[in-house]
């Protein structure tokens, strides 16, 4: 059931109503989001905007790409359409957002290659893939908008995932790209805080319903509304989490109100996922 801060978007994924109390935090910002053009990304360039900022949206899908500028305002967003398995493009992001607003405040790390795969499918170019994707190329944005983040003191975001501590058997090599993610956020939010006052954090979301989470679970052959009624040991509330509550976490760890607070990795599902013992299903194991 929805509640009564949120209301429906037009593809049914609920959008929270925001708190005009805390609408300017990020007032005058310029913050790079990667694959923003959809999903959780789309969800913290639109609250970056809502809170005062000017952002750079950025995705593989021009149409996309193209109507979430005209959502946000042309003088809010500037678009960059890129690969991220472009060598060039950790660069032209930075070059681009120079260009159009003349600073950088911070970078949000969230597109990622999402894909299945175990042993018995995981060849050397998939798992290459995904490192690189995953964790390389969020290091090397880092790497080119530090001249910038360091004049700013600036903040970087990685969006990693809980799969990132082990994760599920058919994610083996996106969640290793995770874990990965999160050691990178570790090392660079203890150096970079105290070389040059960039804060680095990362964000773990557990089970978000995006669009194209909604598409993948019913090309695996769930039901048109599979997140309707999904079992409790999965989804405690009765639904999985939303973007625009990942966004709301986002805003804080960008805005100046975080402090020096760097090196941490936020976890966001509605149950703990470092040692979680779940309840046995009864109907194999009774629980009496
Ligand atoms: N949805 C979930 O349940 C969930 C859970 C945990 C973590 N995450 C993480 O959240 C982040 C956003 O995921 P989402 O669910 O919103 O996904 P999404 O598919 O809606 O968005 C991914 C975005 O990344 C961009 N992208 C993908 N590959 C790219 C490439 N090679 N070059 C340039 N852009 C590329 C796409 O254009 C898209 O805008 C990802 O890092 C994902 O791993 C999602």
């Known amino acids: 059931m929805v509640s009564e801060c949120a209301k429906l ?6 959008v929270l109503l925001l708190n005009p109390k805390n609408m300017s935090r990020l007032q005058n910002k310029v913050i790079i989001v990667t694959g923003s053009v959809t999903g959780i990304g789309k969800a ?38 890129k690969d991220l398995a472009d060598e060039a493009a950790p660069q032209l992001l930075v070059d681009h957002c120079i260009k159009a607003f003349g ?38 944005i880092t790497r080119a908008a530090l001249p910038h983040l360091r004049e700013t003191r600036g903040s970087v975001i990685n969006i990693g995932s809980v799969n990132a501590y082990s994760g599920e058997p058919n994610l083996m090599p996106y969640s290793v ?13 203890d150096t970079l805080m105290r070389e040059d006052g960039v804060r680095v954090n990362q964000i773990n979301p557990g089970w978000v319903l995006t669009e194209n989470e909604a598409k993948r679970k019913r090309e695996h052959g769930l039901r048109e509304d599979w997140y309707a009624d999904l ?3 999965y989804a405690p509330a009765g639904r999985i989490l939303w973007p625009d509550e990942i966004a709301a976490c986002a ?27 779940p309840p046995k299903d009864s109907s194999t194991i009774p629980s009496k």
């Not at 360039?45 to 952002?55: D, I, N």
């Open 44 to 81: 913290i360039a639109k609250r970056c905007v809502a809170e005062g900022a000017r952002v750079l949206i950025h995705g593989l899908e021009q149409d996309l790409g193209d109507q979430t500028v005209a959502e946000l305002g042309a003088e809010k967003a500037t678009l960059v359409i």
């Open 9 to 14: 978007s037009p593809n049914k994924i609920p």
């Open 103 to 140: 600073k950088i405040d911070a970078v949000v790390n969230n597109a990622a290659q999402v894909g299945t795969g175990n042993i018995q499918t995981t060849d050397g170019a998939w798992f290459r893939r995904m490192l690189e994707i995953n964790c390389v190329v969020p290091y090397l």
């Open 231 to 233: 079992p409790k040991v």
């Open 177 to 189: 790209s995770k874990g990965a993610l999160m050691t990178l956020t570790r090392n660079l939010g």
């Open 251 to 277: 805003a804080w760890l960008l805005a100046d109100e975080c402090g020096p607070i760097s090196g941490q990795v936020f976890d966001l599902e509605q149950h703990p996922f470092i040692g979680r013992n």
